[in-house]
């Protein structure tokens, strides 16, 4: 139990367009989802946590309007990366907790590079 | 604000042998929850092992274990007849326990090879 799926694993996507990455949380329900960047060889850095029916929570440092997360039922949070630029090119990691003293569930993760 | 360190980017340990992976954390909470992930090359978070700080008893799982030091601030993973499958980053976190805390800090990681 506790699967966490992302989709897509891979996306290229232009300079300025707006790509969309998914995460669901497929034999449970997910109070919290939390959505995490990882570079090379670094730790991963938390860019947001939202709950189910309310607005996400940011990071300090990580721009709102640009990192747009829509966690609109138990079970699945956006994340939609506006207007990409290179230097988003990045591994974009999802979790998922139930709640309560329960851990943190981690997705496979999508590389996301931006031409 | 919690901290979490990891002291060693690398470590390396022959096939059947066994390794410490190091990690201290800063806290003045006094409940909370620590982790140790593996991320193999798949990127695939995985928890490897969970410790509950009002347990004073090292948690394990089967070759696993951990020496948990509250007062040192220290939690370190153990993993005894490595293998190769063992081979990945691994990174130690830390959680508040009280309700609505929610956030995991992680350290740096350590990248563990295994040599055949």
């Known amino acids: 139990g506790a699967v966490v799926s992302q989709h897509p694993s891979r996306v290229i996507c232009k300079s300025g367009t707006s790509v969309k990455i998914e995460c669901r949380s497929l034999?449970?329900?997910?109070?919290?989802m939390f959505w995490y960047r990882q570079f090379p060889k670094q730790s991963l850095m938390l860019m947001a946590t939202?709950?189910?029916?309310?607005?996400?929570?940011?990071e300090q440092g990580v721009e709102k309007d640009k990192f747009l997360i829509n966690h609109a039922s138990l079970t699945l949070s956006t994340l939609t990366v506006t207007s990409a630029h290179p230097e988003d090119s990045s591994f974009y990691i999802c979790?998922?907790?139930?709640?309560?003293?329960?851990?943190?569930?981690f997705g496979p993760g999508t590389r996301l590079t931006v031409t | 604000a919690q901290t979490v360190t990891q002291s060693q980017p690398e470590m390396s340990v022959q096939e059947a042998e066994t390794v410490t992976l190091s990690c201290t954390y800063d806290?003045?909470?006094?409940?909370?929850?620590l982790f140790w992930y593996k991320q193999p090359p798949s990127r695939q978070m995985i928890l490897v092992i969970r410790?509950?700080?009002?347990?004073?008893q090292n948690a394990t799982e089967n070759r696993f274990s951990v020496n948990f030091q509250k007062a040192a601030k220290s939690f370190s993973l153990k993993i005894s007849d490595s293998q190769l499958g063992d081979a990945a980053m691994y990174f130690c976190?830390?959680?508040?326990?009280?309700?609505?805390?929610?956030?995991?800090?992680f350290g740096q990681g350590t990248r563990l090879t295994i040599n055949p």
């Open positions: 806290t003045s909470e006094s409940d909370y929850y």
């Open positions: 979790s998922a907790r139930r709640g309560g003293k329960y851990e943190q569930y």
């Open positions: 939202s709950n189910e029916g309310s607005k996400a929570t940011y």
């Open positions: 410790q509950e700080a009002y347990k004073q």
């Open positions: 034999d449970f329900q997910a109070t919290t």
């Open positions: 976190a830390y959680r508040r326990a009280s309700e609505g805390a929610q956030k995991l800090v």
